[in-house]
């Protein structure tokens, strides 16, 4: 059993930069990790992936704004959000895989506004 545990949402501006953390309560070596995002009446999306031999993908809404990290040894994958927009304001999940293990973490909001 993996616990997932999101930080560093809130309230930026337009342009602005966040970077948000996912610390797990063990290793994560073994684990494909991702970020998904749901707004507000939507449906929660994919955002980014980054695979156990760090293979990264994004979400063409993302791509050139957003990067995804993960430091083994700490247990954290990090998302870094740049030249963020209103859309997207959303609560941002953690997401981790492995064969058949699945483990979701319960978001931390970001809002995006002036």
């Known amino acids: 059993q993996v616990h997932l545990v999101e930080s560093g949402g809130g309230l930026v501006e337009p342009g602005g930069s966040l970077i948000l953390s996912c610390a797990a309560s063990g290793s994560i070596i073994s684990y494909n990790m991702a970020w998904y995002r749901q707004a507000p009446g939507k449906q929660r999306e994919w955002v980014a992936t980054?695979?156990?031999?760090?293979?990264?993908a994004y979400a063409l809404s993302v791509e050139g704004r957003f990067t995804i990290s993960r430091d083994n040894a700490k247990n954290t994958v990090f998302l870094q959000m740049t030249n963020l927009k209103p859309e997207d304001t959303a609560v941002y999940f953690c997401?981790?895989?492995?064969?058949?293990?699945?483990?979701w973490g319960n978001g931390t909001l970001v809002i995006v506004s002036s």
């Open positions: 997401h981790a895989w492995w064969l058949q293990d699945e483990y």
């Open positions: 980054i695979t156990t031999g760090r293979s990264m």
